[in-house]
């Protein structure tokens, strides 16, 4: 005998598909995601990736570094800064990781690797003024992490700090200017800017300035334990006034300022090393 009201009538006549596949069933009781659930165009989509570093530059000794193309101005005037790399040095000889030229005939900064393995680090118009770390604290063929603090309202010995992995490595401290000079040149990484070129023997990653922060207090979260941080990203410290990632993100011969525009020019090079800190 028929079921005249179809109550138990399979799906293919059932005029109301209570039991109906996703296919026909025209109050999709029973069906499964022909589209997202609650409208969610996103299942099964991948999340963004965390911060990775996969690249750095490797400088040959010779005549490699990386410029910007303007005067870099950023540190004109200002009684705080801090400076922030990663280095992995292959030769024990003085070199420059850093530099910028002044309004005169010498750097408004310079950050150098001594070949007593050492760094010492500038920010002045002559000699005698500078910040260093005793010899012997940098290693060969390792990666490294510096951060320089530089306040000078601070008192005399005490105005520069140099953290090696986070610990403060300071040996002497004879910064005694008010005010950092006026710059007369771009940023250059990897050689000096001024006289004779001093070029830097390794590799270099993840460079960055804050210009009028000191930021002694956060080097460990800076210096991240040993590998590199997005320092977009810190607990506590404030983002760089520029940062570069050395590769991460960039087409040669550009190396990008993340946070600005000061952006570097490679030369003499045009290739990215995927040696990096871990």
């Not at 193309?69 to 420059?96: H, N, R």
């Not at 992490?145 to 401290?173: E, R």
């Not at 607990?235 to 993340?258: F, L, S, V």
């Not at 020019?265 to 290739?271: A, H, L, Q």
Request: charge should be negative; aromatic fraction near 8%; proline fraction near 3%.
């Amino acid at each position: 005998m028929a079921v005249t009201n179809d109550w138990g009538q399979a799906s293919v006549n059932n005029t109301i598909d209570y039991g109906d596949g996703a296919i026909d069933n025209t109050i999709n009781w029973g069906k499964v995601y022909d589209s997202s659930a609650s409208g969610d165009t996103n299942i099964g989509t991948s999340v963004t990736p965390s911060f990775t570093n996969t690249k750095s530059i490797a400088l040959d000794g010779v005549d490699d570094f990386c410029e910007t193309a303007s005067t870099y101005s950023e540190l004109d005037g200002q009684t705080k800064m801090t400076f922030s790399c990663w280095i992995k040095p292959t030769s024990a000889t003085t070199s420059v990781i850093a530099s910028i030229k002044d309004s005169g005939s010498t750097e408004q900064f310079r950050v150098v690797f001594h070949s007593s393995r050492y760094i010492i680090i500038r920010t002045h118009t002559g000699n005698g003024r500078d910040t260093r770390t005793a010899n012997s604290s940098i290693t060969l063929n390792v990666w490294t992490h510096i951060s320089f603090c530089l306040d000078f309202a601070l008192s005399s010995g005490s105005k520069g700090k140099i953290f090696i992995n986070g610990v403060d490595a300071t040996s002497a401290d004879s910064m005694n200017q008010t005010s950092i000079n006026t710059s007369g040149g771009g940023l250059r990484i990897g050689a000096r800017d001024v006289s004779s070129l001093l070029p830097f023997t390794g590799l270099i990653d993840e460079s960055a300035i804050w210009s009028g922060s000191d930021q002694r207090a956060n080097v460990s979260e800076i210096y991240g334990g040993g590998v590199a941080v997005d320092l977009n990203a810190l607990a506590t410290a404030p983002n760089p006034t520029t940062w570069y990632r050395m590769g991460d993100g960039d087409t040669a011969p550009t190396i990008q300022d993340t946070n600005g525009s000061a952006n570097l020019t490679m030369t003499n090079f045009t290739t990215f090393s995927t040696d990096v800190p871990t």
